[in-house]
T-cell receptor
Framework: DAKTTQPTSMDCAEGRAANLPCNHSTISGNEYVYWYRQIHSQGPQYIIHGLKNNETNEMASLIITEDRKSSTLILPHATLRDTAVYYC???????????FGPGTRLSVLP | GAVVSQHPSWVICKSGTSVKIECRSLDFQATTMFWYRQFPKQSLMLMAT?????????EQGVEKDKFLINHASLTLSTLTVTSAHPEDSSFYIC??????????????FGDGTRLSIL
């Protein structure tokens, strides 16, 4: 079973920030949080990952709470091309594998 | 950087045929490669993990004799679906990562292969 819970779906207006939450209350101290997205009929695209500090790259920002039990992926200016299923993943401790949950279906609306 | 190429992107074949899917890391050395399967409206399910030069580790319920995985080099892994049947029709996706097996490098995914068995 996935170690994360995410809303099933979200809408966001084009040009606005999209904030996607993820709960990972059972995360261990050495487990990273990864975010991917999957556009229909394509493979997942890596977005960002982090351990405990907030991270930012050209695609998004990752905000991890101090207790690390939840995180938020922020797309600062959502476009129609950001419509996708977003997966928040905590990699199994001492393992190599990702367990994909159902993710959040983000719809960016014009 | 971190590009993974998967080929073919789409294949249709008759029942009983064996199908080979290739996964290549184009600009990095993939010490570990993964194969996933995704059915319509479902999430990705891991099938197997392979480290270069080692035998693949299959997830519970995945038949190793049916889904043959070879990871002979640091840039290439292949998945062969042997004697494919209609129930094997699915979207197969590979991923690759560099670095130590238990490091925090992300996986990078190919664009998938849609397999349809008639």
């Amino acid at each position: 079973d996935a170690k994360t819970t995410q809303p099933t779906s979200m809408d966001c207006a084009e040009g606005r920030a999209a904030n996607l939450p993820c709960n990972h209350s059972t995360i261990s101290g050495n487990e990273y949080v990864y975010w991917y997205r999957q556009i229909h009929s394509q493979g997942p695209q890596y977005i960002i990952h982090g351990l405990k500090n907030n991270e930012t790259n050209e695609m998004a920002s990752l905000i991890i709470t101090e207790d690390r039990k939840s995180s938020t992926l922020i797309l600062p200016h959502a476009t129609l091309r950001d419509t996708a299923v977003y997966y928040c993943i905590v990699r199994l401790a001492y393992g190599q594998n990702f367990v994909f949950g159902p993710g959040t279906r983000l719809s960016v609306l014009p | 950087g971190a590009v993974v190429s998967q080929h073919p992107s789409w294949v249709i074949c008759k029942s009983g045929t064996s199908v080979k899917i290739e996964c290549r890391s184009l600009d990095f050395q993939a010490t570990t490669m993964f194969w996933y399967r995704q059915f319509p409206k479902q999430s990705l399910m891991l099938m197997a993990t392979s480290n270069e030069g080692s035998k693949a580790t299959y997830e519970q319920g995945v038949e190793k004799d049916k889904f043959l995985i070879n990871h002979a080099s640091l840039t290439l892994s292949t998945l062969t679906v042997t004697s494919a049947h209609p129930e094997d029709s699915s979207f197969y996706i590979c991923s690759a990562r560099s670095g130590a097996p238990f490091g925090n490098q992300p996986q990078h995914f190919g664009d998938g292969t849609r397999l349809s068995i008639l």
